[in-house]
């Protein structure tokens, strides 16, 4: 019997490439990485979102430690629900990611959760990890960005800095359309300048289980 096999999402050479820099350099930034065809129903849904008021302010820390922080981050989130044909192919195409560095690193990854971030003018996210070493569930980060035709002077870059020297810039992305950043999430220190346009983009983070010996981290 003929197995139906369905079309891959991300490029296979486009992975590789990915999986290379994670390993050599634990930050990677590709551009055109998204197809337009999963990174344009997303920004539809992003931009509609942010009409009907769907977004809430996004905060620090989980539980009753909860807190919004102006001073610190200044984008409205909405956790990604599989709710529309967008959300879940963009989750698809993170599973093939997420088989993608499993294979090559053994990093035991099993839960994705991501969140549409829509920073108004004038906001940013200061420099952070997304997790605390040695404690950390959250393993991998991503972020992908869906504004198209990302104004030359419209800001919000997210500058990465060297994990052995946070002092060090070593890369600065454009929040454009199809971009796709991806580091390791408790050693690549990051964060957002302040944005001149409405800048969308969806974060998202490979878990490993937190019974497994660590902690719900404290980001978000
Ligand atoms: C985050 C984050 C970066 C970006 O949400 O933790 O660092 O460019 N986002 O949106
Ligand atoms: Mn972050």
Redesign the pocket.
């Known amino acids: 019997m003929k197995e139906s096999v369905s079309p891959a999402l991300l490029p296979q050479a486009r992975l590789a490439d990915l999986v290379d820099a994670l390993v050599d350099r634990s930050w990677y930034v590709g551009e055109g990485f998204l197809p337009e065809a999963l990174h344009r129903p997303l920004f539809d849904e992003l931009a509609d979102m942010a009409r009907r008021d769907a977004l809430e302010a ?1 905060g620090i820390g989980r539980g009753q430690t909860h807190h919004l922080r102006r001073d610190v ?1 200044g ?1 409205a989130i909405r956790w990604l629900d599989r709710e529309s044909l967008a959300q879940r192919r963009y989750l698809e195409a993170m599973g093939e990611l997420q088989q993608a560095l499993n294979q090559a690193l053994f990093l035991g990854l099993f839960e994705y959760e991501a ?1 549409f ?1 829509q ?1 108004p003018p004038g906001a940013f ?1 200061r420099r ?1 990890l ?1 997790s605390f070493r040695g404690r950390a569930n959250r393993v991998v ?1 991503t ?1 992908g ?1 869906l504004n198209p035709d990302w104004p030359e002077d419209g800001g ?1 870059e ?1 500058v990465i800095f060297a994990p052995d020297d946070p002092a060090r810039e070593v890369a600065r ?1 454009r ?1 454009e359309a199809g971009t796709f ?1 991806c580091f390791l999430s408790d050693s690549v220190p ?3 300048l302040p944005t001149r346009w409405p ?1 969308a ?1 969806i ?1 998202g983070w490979f878990r490993r289980n937190a019974s497994l010996g660590g902690v719900v981290d404290p ?2």
Do not use: I, N, Q
């Open positions: 996004a981050r984008d969140h971030a920073y996210y952070h997304d980060s972020v960005y919000g997210m992305v929040p950043a990051h964060e957002v800048r983009s974060a980001a978000h």
